[in-house]
């Protein structure tokens, strides 16, 4: 009932917008191995479904090498018959000392290229998207790698990058990324370290607190949210380990609370835990999404080509049902 009100969201948002725009509906895959056995193509065909983002390979620093590593295994049959955007997540520390952004860049379409070749699915990709929570000392060699990285595209291919609520709220401090689109990651907000925080994934409140009324951004913004739920454990006042899969036994634990301490040692979900590990359940409200993106209209952000929801699994298919995100691509 819930993911029905995201429909009514999600409608309401494009009928309202200041500028009213087409919204392709999209999902975030950021699997290295794609669930098996999967209901998901299916799930995209059912729904027309006709692009995706897909995570093909982090880069990160190794010594003195910035090297790919997390090579994503390729669902060709998910990606054969529909176009792609392809994210790679780099790390902060790759710009911090390595100034030859040049040839990194180079490296990053090399490796693109032979991934996807290999794969024959070059044809399918229309755009590139770079995911980097840049800082203040890292944003001009990062900067400059997007801007080598866009000269050596071709033209059939674009590119975006992520940006983070803070990046949006001090575009003077943190700089504009030179691409087309920016993809607003309106998730993973709170400190996730925090025991006591009440939601890490999504708060309205930190929200508002980065988009003022009335803001804009000089680029358009595609809109990511999160259509996901975890359990964190923490022992000793520590994070100790995010638990994704949806698990009969924890929800039995949890009953109606949204966290608990566990009173024995036990397996839980795959995972041996210990008696007195905190146990906490965090999911989005859909009301809170429902006046985020009401929120999120007041402002003067232009609206990019996408409506994300981070992200695509066979779980993502039983809380977002076929025939609502059939009315929400047709409205």
Same mark, same amino acid.
């Given at each position: 009932m819930r993911w029905i009100t995201l429909l009514v969201v999600c409608i309401f948002w494009t009928a309202c917008s200041n500028e009213p725009t087409e919204v392709t509906l999209s999902f975030y895959h950021w699997k290295s191995i794609p669930d098996k056995p999967s209901d998901v193509v299916a799930y995209l065909d059912q729904v027309d479904n006709e692009h995706i983002?897909?995570?093909?390979?982090?880069?990160?620093?190794?010594?003195?090498?910035?090297?790919?590593?997390?090579?994503?295994?390729?669902?060709t049959v998910l990606l054969q018959n529909r176009t792609f955007t392809a994210c790679i997540f780099i790390t902060n520390a790759c710009f911090k000392s390595n100034r030859q952004v040049e040839e990194l860049a180079r490296k990053t379409w090399f490796k693109i290229q032979d991934k996807l070749s290999k794969a024959a699915l070059l044809e399918q990709c229309i755009e590139i998207q770079i995911d980097c929570d840049w800082t203040a000392g890292t944003r001009s060699a990062y900067?400059?790698?997007?801007?080598?990285?866009?000269?050596?595209?071709?033209?059939?291919?674009?590119?975006t990058a992520t940006i983070r609520l803070h990046q949006v709220r001090y575009p003077a401090e943190t700089g504009i990324p030179?691409?087309?689109?920016?993809?607003?990651?309106?998730y993973n907000m709170g400190d996730i370290q925090d025991m006591d925080e009440i939601n890490s994934i999504f708060?309205?409140?930190?929200?508002?607190?980065?988009?003022?009324?009335?803001?804009?951004?000089?680029?358009?913004?595609?809109?990511? #949210?999160?259509?996901?739920?975890?359990? %964190?454990? /923490?022992?000793? &006042?520590?994070?100790?380990?995010?638990?994704?899969?949806? !698990?009969d036994k924890l929800t039995a634990l949890l009953q109606d609370q949204?966290?608990?301490?566990?009173?024995?040692?036990?397996?839980?979900?795959?995972?041996?835990?210990?008696?007195?590990?905190?146990i906490k359940f965090e999911e989005v409200q859909v009301q809170?999404?429902?006046?985020?993106?009401?929120?999120?209209?007041?402002?003067? #952000?232009?609206?990019?080509?996408?409506? %994300?929801? /981070?992200?695509? &699994?066979?779980?993502?298919?039983?809380?977002?049902?076929? !025939?609502?995100?059939?009315?929400?691509?047709?409205?």
């Open positions: 983002h897909y995570r093909i390979f982090d880069l990160v620093q190794q010594g003195e090498e910035i090297v790919p590593v997390a090579d994503a295994a390729l669902d900067f400059e790698y997007l801007t080598a990285l866009k000269n050596i595209l071709p033209d059939s291919i674009a590119i030179p691409v087309e689109r920016g993809a607003l990651m309106c708060s309205l409140d930190i929200l508002k607190t980065y988009l003022l009324d009335n803001m804009s951004y000089p680029i358009p913004l595609d809109i990511a #949210l999160p259509a996901f739920d975890w359990y %964190l454990v /923490y022992r000793d &006042n520590k994070l100790f380990k995010i638990i994704h899969k949806p !698990e949204s966290s608990f301490i566990l009173d024995a040692d036990q397996y839980v979900a795959g995972h041996y835990l210990y008696r007195g590990d905190y809170d999404l429902q006046v985020a993106l009401e929120y999120i209209n007041k402002t003067k #952000l232009k609206t990019g080509k996408y409506l %994300l929801f /981070y992200h695509l &699994n066979n779980e993502l298919t039983t809380k977002l049902p076929n !025939e609502i995100i059939q009315q929400l691509v047709h409205p």
